[in-house]
């Protein structure tokens, strides 16, 4: 009856609040207003189109409740003949300020606590650190010792202080820091389509126009960090196994990555369960709480134990930009066994290797062909079984970790039999075995695949190729965009999908060994400034807390977003600001102190 008066304009405050209204979805009408008129109540009318949301503010009288909403539409779909295009869909009728007035939680107060607890605890163990600076008389307890672990200072000296020595290796500090900034920017901008967007027609062209590739091709940078991964986990851990003559502590190896990894993974992961849920407000910030999903809810344990690429099995996972840290503690876990069998016989760590390779292909091809997956992000990466099914898993992902394995093998290989620019990162000691005369014949092989480097045309062959092959991967699918999704046959987009990631790591590594040998010298010296260090040692608390950044961001605004570049490049750069702030934060607090303890007690004598 409310409603109909207020279609009738009968109902008090109807003209405001039709005013306070939007007129079509994703317009969000005017939260603030409609919340202070006595007779009114907002409520964010949300549905789904292809997999994001369209949301429309409606101010309502406050007597109605979301069964009258439904039963409403009802009747207008019905009514407008809109049953067909409604199809499959649901309405959803959200009440914005009921969610964002509702008292914090346990877990919220919890997690308030937890802050407070650990500002303390910085704050004590720097007051007690400097103090025994300033007196070195003064002898501090096993408590307040404990404490000084947790001193910003000291703390901070780590994360700024600079390279020492100049080091080929130092190129990974510039690699990660363009990927990251580059992997940033990518979701800054597919990640508003989980918002209201005013212009959505202009903003799914992006996604197919061939100058907005640029963005998409950020999902390829997470192949070079697993690849990068890879080749320093096989080139420092050869010369570990050499030097203890194979004596490893595989326990203490797996821990440690643990340890790496669980402080700021964790700590994030519980803000974002806990406490974000109370840091925004407006018409938009309940859908915070629905892009969780059943993932936060029930399945968020499988983050805790890197299982999130896995469980849920049918829906998206909690954080789900985190399915790059599950693959990646997965490829670590593995690694050890290709890591042994190479000491062991290096025929047989490259048979795993190509085994490895074999059963990353076989999988893609199965699994794409099977149900029709095509490799545009529009209808490719955008479809939820897709990203599901094929893109996060670890046997479909596993391919430039394992050539990074390889690369890393071979120049291992080279540092050992010739004169290593690399000292800083050598772990050789004492008592290793001597090198004598006698080449193994894949020692040779190894050493031929990096010869090459030395002939001046054969390296700008190898740039020139490795460019093409990189553009070529992140462009082709253009072709699908122009022309549609049968200008490729499905045994064509299955093998793309196949080889893409593959393909564009071979694209990068033909540029990355020619700079390890010293080469590509303009590049190398910039991706080798001292200065990016800092920042590359927070790549992975950027990772972890940039989306957040940006869930916040577009969950909180009162109004649509109308999609622009400049639009998106400025809120790049809050973001980016935002994300390092806190990733250097969280390294300071938490991280930091932790590795700390951990080098003193678990592994000392290791």
């Given at each position: 009856?409310?409603?109909?008066?207020?279609?009738?304009?009968?109902?008090?405050?109807?003209?405001?609040?039709?005013?306070?209204?939007?007129?079509?979805?994703?317009?969000?009408?005017?939260?603030?207003?409609?919340?202070?008129?006595?007779?009114?109540?907002?409520?964010?009318?949300?549905?789904?189109?292809?997999?994001?949301?369209?949301?429309?503010?409606?101010?309502?009288?406050?007597?109605?409740?979301?069964?009258?909403?439904?039963?409403?539409?009802?009747?207008?779909?019905?009514?407008?003949?809109?049953?067909?295009?409604?199809?499959?869909?649901?309405?959803?009728?959200?009440?914005?300020?009921?969610?964002?007035?509702?008292?914090?939680?346990?877990?919220?107060?919890?997690?308030?606590?937890?802050?407070?607890?650990?500002?303390?605890?910085?704050?004590?163990?720097?007051?007690?650190?400097?103090?025994?600076?300033?007196?070195?008389?003064?002898?501090?307890?096993?408590?307040?010792?404990?404490?000084?672990?947790?001193?910003?200072?000291?703390?901070g000296?780590?994360?700024?202080?600079?390279?020492?020595?100049?080091?080929?290796?130092?190129?990974?500090?510039?690699?990660?820091v363009?990927?990251?900034?580059?992997?940033?920017?990518?979701?800054?901008?597919?990640?508003?389509?989980?918002?209201?967007?005013?212009?959505?027609?202009?903003?799914?062209?992006?996604?197919?126009?061939?100058?907005?590739?640029?963005?998409?091709?950020?999902?390829?940078?997470?192949?070079?960090?697993?690849?990068?991964?890879?080749?320093?986990?096989?080139?420092?851990t050869?010369?570990?196994?050499?030097?203890?003559?194979?004596?490893?502590?595989w326990?203490?190896?797996?821990?440690?990555?643990?340890?790496?990894?669980?402080?700021?993974?964790?700590?994030?992961?519980?803000?974002?369960?806990?406490?974000?849920?109370?840091?925004?407000?407006?018409?938009?910030?309940?859908?915070?709480?629905?892009?969780?999903?059943?993932?936060?809810?029930?399945?968020?344990?499988?983050?805790?134990i890197?299982?999130?690429?896995?469980?849920?099995?049918?829906?998206?996972?909690?954080?789900?930009?985190?399915?790059?840290?599950?693959?990646?503690?997965?490829?670590?876990?593995?690694?050890?066994?290709?890591?042994?069998?190479?000491?062991?016989?290096?025929?047989?760590?490259?048979?795993?290797?190509?085994?490895?390779?074999?059963?990353?292909?076989?999988s893609?091809?199965?699994?794409?062909?099977?149900?029709?997956?095509t490799?545009?992000?529009?209808?490719?990466?955008?479809?939820?079984?897709?990203?599901?099914?094929?893109y996060?898993?670890?046997?479909?992902?596993?391919?430039?970790?394992?050539?990074?394995?390889?690369?890393?093998?071979?120049?291992?290989?080279?540092?050992?039999?010739?004169?290593?620019?690399?000292?800083?990162?050598?772990?050789?000691?004492?008592?290793?075995?001597?090198?004598?005369?006698?080449?193994?014949?894949?020692?040779?092989?190894?050493?031929?695949?990096?010869?090459?480097?030395?002939n001046?045309w054969?390296?700008?062959?190898?740039?020139?190729?490795?460019?093409?092959?990189?553009?070529?991967?992140?462009?082709?699918?253009?072709?699908?965009?122009?022309?549609?999704?049968?200008?490729?046959?499905?045994?064509?987009?299955?093998a793309?999908?196949?080889?893409?990631?593959?393909?564009?790591?071979?694209?990068?590594?033909?540029?990355?060994?020619?700079?390890?040998?010293?080469?590509?010298?303009?590049?190398?010296?910039?991706?080798?400034?001292?200065?990016l260090?800092?920042?590359?040692?927070?790549?992975?608390?950027?990772?972890?807390?940039?989306?957040?950044?940006?869930?916040?961001?577009?969950?909180?605004?009162?109004?649509?977003?109308?999609?622009?570049?400049?639009?998106?490049?400025?809120?790049?750069?809050?973001?980016?600001?935002?994300?390092?702030?806190?990733?250097?934060?969280?390294?300071?607090?938490v991280?930091?102190?932790?590795?700390?303890?951990?080098?003193?007690?678990?592994?000392?004598?290791h």
């Amino acid at each position: 009856e409310a409603l109909n008066n207020l279609a009738s304009l009968e109902y008090p405050d109807a003209k405001l609040m039709l005013y306070y209204s939007g007129r079509d979805f994703d317009q969000l009408g005017q939260y603030d207003e409609c919340n202070r008129l006595s007779s009114s109540k907002y409520v964010l009318i949300q549905t789904t189109f292809r997999e994001t949301n369209a949301v429309l503010g409606f101010c309502g009288p406050k007597e109605c409740s979301s069964h009258d909403y439904k039963e409403a539409s009802q009747y207008l779909i019905s009514e407008f003949g809109l049953s067909e295009v409604m199809e499959g869909k649901e309405l959803n009728f959200i009440f914005s300020k009921e969610y964002n007035d509702e008292p914090m939680s346990a877990g919220g107060v919890f997690m308030v606590i937890l802050w407070v607890l650990i500002l303390l605890v910085v704050g004590l163990g720097t007051f007690f650190d400097q103090m025994v600076k300033k007196n070195s008389e003064i002898k501090l307890g096993p408590v307040s010792s404990f404490l000084t672990v947790f001193s910003l200072i000291e703390n901070g000296k780590k994360l700024f202080s600079l390279p020492e020595s100049y080091d080929n290796l130092q190129l990974f500090n510039g690699v990660r820091v363009v990927g990251i900034f580059w992997i940033v920017y990518g979701h800054c901008y597919t990640y508003q389509f989980l918002g209201a967007i005013s212009n959505p027609f202009t903003a799914v062209d992006w996604l197919s126009d061939l100058k907005h590739k640029f963005p998409s091709m950020g999902q390829y940078l997470v192949d070079v960090f697993f690849l990068m991964a890879g080749f320093l986990l096989a080139y420092l851990t050869i010369a570990q196994l050499r030097a203890k003559r194979g004596r490893m502590n595989w326990f203490v190896f797996i821990i440690h990555r643990f340890i790496r990894m669980i402080p700021i993974y964790w700590f994030a992961l519980f803000n974002f369960l806990l406490l974000l849920r109370y840091i925004g407000s407006g018409p938009q910030w309940p859908l915070y709480g629905d892009a969780n999903g059943v993932g936060c809810q029930t399945y968020w344990w499988s983050n805790m134990i890197f299982l999130n690429n896995f469980f849920p099995a049918h829906e998206f996972s909690c954080m789900g930009w985190t399915w790059y840290i599950a693959n990646d503690v997965q490829f670590y876990c593995m690694a050890p066994i290709v890591l042994i069998l190479y000491y062991r016989n290096k025929l047989w760590g490259y048979l795993a290797c190509f085994t490895l390779f074999a059963v990353n292909f076989i999988s893609i091809g199965t699994i794409s062909s099977v149900n029709d997956f095509t490799p545009t992000i529009l209808d490719g990466l955008s479809n939820k079984d897709q990203f599901l099914y094929l893109y996060i898993k670890p046997y479909t992902r596993m391919a430039p970790y394992i050539m990074g394995l390889m690369i890393g093998f071979m120049y291992r290989s080279y540092c050992d039999m010739n004169p290593s620019p690399n000292k800083e990162y050598e772990q050789l000691e004492e008592g290793a075995p001597k090198t004598n005369n006698y080449v193994h014949p894949i020692t040779r092989l190894e050493l031929l695949c990096t010869k090459w480097v030395f002939n001046r045309w054969l390296r700008y062959l190898a740039y020139i190729t490795g460019l093409t092959l990189m553009f070529t991967i992140g462009l082709l699918p253009y072709q699908l965009d122009k022309h549609g999704q049968d200008y490729w046959t499905q045994s064509q987009k299955s093998a793309f999908l196949t080889f893409e990631h593959f393909a564009f790591s071979l694209g990068f590594s033909l540029i990355l060994i020619p700079m390890l040998l010293g080469y590509c010298r303009g590049l190398l010296y910039v991706l080798t400034i001292r200065y990016l260090a800092p920042i590359a040692k927070i790549t992975f608390s950027i990772y972890v807390v940039h989306p957040i950044v940006i869930y916040w961001y577009v969950f909180s605004k009162d109004q649509a977003l109308y999609l622009q570049e400049l639009d998106i490049f400025m809120h790049f750069l809050a973001t980016s600001l935002i994300s390092v702030f806190l990733g250097g934060l969280l390294s300071l607090m938490v991280e930091s102190p932790i590795l700390t303890l951990e080098k003193k007690y678990l592994r000392k004598g290791h």
